[in-house]
């Protein structure tokens, strides 16, 4: 499995920006791609993660309302679309994936992580 991240930039608060990952090496039918952060002060956390087949969704509470998770089963590509940017949520963004199963949409148990994207938002 081999995820790249990518479309991390600066951007001021309020804005918006939009990350993609670029999935590869395997069919995902049975899995659930996810986003995920991280910060030298933070451990890496859950942002949000959509299940390959179907696309369910689920959000971390600080993201519910600005960030859309979305997929192209067709590109292989999973988005993170992220509106009214705050400084806190600058970090390095993350794609990650695993098998479907128990606690797959509290965004435990994932892995294969790309080099992340760099996102930065200042006020």
């Known amino acids: 499995v081999k995820l790249v991240e990518s479309g991390g930039g600066s951007v001021q608060a309020g804005g918006s920006l939009r990350v993609s990952c670029a999935a590869s090496?395997?069919?995902?039918?049975?899995?659930?791609l996810g986003w995920f952060r991280q910060t030298a002060r933070k451990e890496r956390e859950f942002v949000a993660v959509?299940?390959?087949?179907?696309?369910?969704?689920y959000y971390a509470d600080n993201s519910k309302g600005r960030f859309t998770i979305s997929r192209d089963t067709a590109k292989n590509m999973v988005y993170l679309e992220m509106n009214n940017l705050k400084p806190e949520d600058s970090a390095f963004y993350y794609c990650?994936?695993?098998?479907?199963?128990?606690?797959?949409?509290?965004?435990?148990?994932?892995?294969?992580w790309g080099p992340g994207t760099q996102v930065i938002v200042s006020s």
């Open positions: 090496g395997r069919s995902f039918s049975l899995y659930a």
């Open positions: 990650g994936s695993r098998l479907l199963g128990s606690d797959w949409n509290r965004g435990y148990g994932y892995g294969n």
């Open positions: 959509i299940t390959w087949s179907g696309g369910v969704t």
